[in-house]
């Protein structure tokens, strides 16, 4: 057996160099989260005072009591479940067969449609007309609103392009073509299994995106049936913030005014975890595949 190689001064330096780093990285990294965590479930007083360092102090759920106790919370939810998921659909429905296409060196024109993919990129009709097209198509205050104008991105379509032009072979193609392959049954049945990893992450980015998206719903929906999480949650905090506001300055109830202060100084926090909360549970469902597939276009063969 050989001997492992001994690692030198400078490499030794590097590691110790690497390490401190990345510990400091990681911390800078946890902190806010940790912080906002225990802020959430700690006394406003304590959090306000510097006295709550990292670790909760005088537990308290005031927060979260303010804001669950809003029953649009889960038609919230529902929504933006729903958004997210027929979204991300909608997003892989366009966006995966539209790179695979792209990618191809025999699809007759290409270059002519990325160049206009592209041209997206740099222009834009802007807010009033895109606002005023789609009242004119009739999807304004409808869950389409949500959905179809972001439908696709030309950055992610790049991204998966290069995936499919770097991980997919020209000699696989040809196989299957000799075996009688169709272009649909190829792109499905070899294509597609293939392609887990750049799949896993374009779900992830524009599962992200439209669980956060709520400027949109601000412009384009007027019913609050159909307001994702992100808008109920942002009312809440504007009206418990306008309750403290409205106490301060028609109230001498010393008492209520310091509870209301409090309570909305907490809910603030409260609503960071509410609303980041399933994000982070399904991220390390994915994580393995996220790693893999940053790595896109990075190896070739």
């Given at each position: 057996m050989m001997n492992a190689m001994r690692e030198t001064k400078l490499d030794q330096i590097f590691v110790a160099i690497n390490t401190v780093l990345l510990s400091g990285i990681l911390i800078a990294t946890l902190y806010p989260l940790v912080f906002v965590i225990s802020a959430s479930i700690s006394d406003p007083d304590l959090v306000n005072s510097g006295r709550m360092i990292l670790l909760p102090k005088g537990i308290s759920f005031e927060g979260y009591a303010n804001v669950f106790k809003d029953s649009r919370i889960w038609t919230g939810y529902k929504m933006t479940i729903f958004y997210t998921l027929a979204g991300t659909l909608i997003n892989l429905a366009v966006t995966i067969p539209a790179a695979y296409s792209l990618s191809r060196k025999d699809f007759v024109g290409k270059k002519v449609i990325i160049i206009i993919f592209m041209a997206t990129m740099f222009f834009s009709g802007g807010l009033i007309p895109t606002?005023?097209?789609?009242?004119?198509?009739?999807?304004?205050?409808?869950?389409?609103?949500?959905?179809?104008?972001?439908?696709?991105?030309?950055?992610?379509?790049?991204?998966?392009?290069?995936?499919?032009?770097?991980?997919?072979?020209?000699?696989?193609?040809?196989?299957?073509?000799?075996?009688?392959?169709t272009d649909f049954r190829l792109f499905f049945s070899i294509v597609l299994p293939l392609s887990s990893a750049i799949i896993a992450v374009m779900a992830l980015f524009f599962g992200v995106s439209h669980w956060n998206n709520y400027f949109s719903a601000l412009v384009y929906l007027s019913d609050k049936e159909l307001f994702p999480l992100q808008l109920i949650l942002r009312e809440i905090l504007v009206k418990s913030e306008f309750n403290a506001q409205m106490l301060l300055i028609g109230s001498s109830d010393s008492e209520a005014l310091g509870k209301e202060l409090r309570i909305a100084e907490q809910t603030k926090y409260a609503l960071i975890i509410v609303s980041t909360l399933p994000v982070m549970l399904a991220y390390p469902f994915i994580q393995k595949y996220f790693v893999k597939g940053v790595m896109v276009g990075s190896l070739k063969g």
């Open positions: 606002y005023l097209l789609m009242k004119d198509i009739g999807i304004l205050n409808t869950i389409w609103s949500m959905l179809l104008p972001g439908a696709t991105s030309i950055w992610y379509i790049v991204i998966c392009r290069t995936y499919f032009q770097t991980n997919i072979p020209d000699e696989l193609r040809e196989a299957a073509v000799i075996d009688g392959c």
